[in-house]
């Protein structure tokens, strides 16, 4: 994309930076966007229609609708916001992005299914227990039959077959 998001949890809002080389404000912050009270990462959607954020202190996902980030019209606010897991805080696409695997203080995964088009539609589909706290990384393969996440305590890397009835990361 042309843009790069990056939270700021101390003002409680997401920059919007313009990435355009071509554009007259290439490398400024277009927008200081409410994130909730304590946005600690970002993701943007697969249809690239809604930027995401992990709002630690509100234990939820804040959804923005990225139209509104091009209207030009004051300050975007949050379009929804889904409760999802105890202190979220990573947050990751799958690759055919249509879900957000969200990860905080729980010892479980909230997996979002982000495919309808209206944000306050969405919902956790389902958790995955992990057993371990403070993930650091989630990745799924291209596939999306395994998810392998890190921790820094006991400094693991975790696997889970996500086709499971209950899987285990």
């Not at 843009?3 to 927008?31: F, K, N, Q, W």
């Not at 690239?48 to 609708?65: E, F, K, S, T």
């Amino acid at each position: 994309g042309k843009r790069l998001y990056v939270c700021l949890e101390i003002e409680r809002t997401v920059a919007v930076v313009d990435t355009d080389p071509m554009s007259g404000t290439y490398h400024e912050v277009l927008h200081r966007v409410d994130a909730g009270q304590s946005p600690r990462d970002v993701q943007v959607t697969g249809n690239g229609r809604c930027l995401c954020a992990a709002d630690n202190r509100a234990n939820a996902l804040a959804v923005i609708d990225t139209a509104d980030l091009d209207s030009g019209e004051g300050s975007p606010q949050p379009a929804a916001s889904l409760v999802v897991c105890r202190d979220p805080w990573l947050l990751t696409l799958s690759p055919g992005g249509d879900r957000i695997y969200v990860t905080g203080g729980d010892d479980e995964v909230a997996v979002v299914d982000c495919r309808d088009a209206d944000p306050g539609q969405w919902t956790v589909e389902r958790r995955l227990p992990i057993p371990g706290k403070n993930p650091q990384e989630l990745v799924i393969t291209p596939d999306q039959s395994r998810a392998y996440m890190s921790f820094t305590r006991p400094g693991a890397i975790l696997a889970a077959r996500l086709e499971a009835p209950h899987p285990v990361i």
